[in-house]
């Protein structure tokens, strides 16, 4: 075997020695282990380095190599996922509101006002889903008797939502960016 064996006793200790340890006998193959998750051999390299450091600051005790290999092993693997799900995430947001600004002729606003539309369809995002569909409805222009049929409830719920759902929007708005709001949706 060409590979330098590990001491468990070097890398208890944690010093640069052990952590050169390491890195020689497990950087490369961790990162073609998340490389095949991420696809991409930079941000494969970022994350095994953040384990690395992960694996510095909390100083862990371990039985044998094995205890050892599979830690490293299943933290490169959940930080992989995790990046990638961000990534999917980010990614979803992005079409969502580019969607939603091509909708509604954001390009028409001053850069005021398209970055308040953003931020009010970011929070118009973070409600519940009935209040969601109600706002993203009304800002299409539909009425309050076309919502009431196509969410299939009462016209009277409609109303309240439209209220219950403003005042949680003005939890995080000022009064003209609430205007604006009810501007897009007259």
């Not at 390491?22 to 490369?28: G, N, P, W």
């Not at 693997?77 to 947001?93: A, E, F, K, L, P």
Request: glycine share 2%; proline share 1%.
């Amino acid at each position: 075997m060409g590979k330098t064996q590990i001491d468990l006793e070097v890398v208890h200790r944690w010093d640069e020695t052990s952590l050169q340890l390491l890195y020689k006998h497990f950087y490369k193959a961790l990162v073609a282990f998340s490389s095949q998750i991420v696809g991409r051999r930079e941000v494969s390299e970022d994350l095994v380095q953040e384990t690395f450091v992960n694996v510095w600051k909390l100083r862990n005790e371990f039985k044998s190599l094995g205890v050892l290999r599979s830690y490293l092993y299943n933290s490169v693997r959940n930080r992989s996922i995790s990046y990638m799900r961000q990534v999917q995430t980010d990614r979803n947001h992005q079409e969502k509101f580019k969607a939603d600004s091509q909708l509604f002729h954001v390009d028409e606003l001053d850069e005021e006002r398209e970055e308040i539309f953003r931020q009010l369809l970011i929070a118009i995002d973070s409600l519940s889903p009935k209040l969601r569909q109600h706002f993203l409805l009304s800002i299409k222009g539909k009425s309050f008797m076309e919502i009431a049929e196509e969410m299939n409830i009462h016209i009277e719920t409609v109303r309240k939502q439209r209220m219950r759902g403003l005042k949680q929007l003005r939890d995080i708005f000022s009064q003209n960016e609430i205007l604006l709001l009810l501007t897009l949706m007259a």
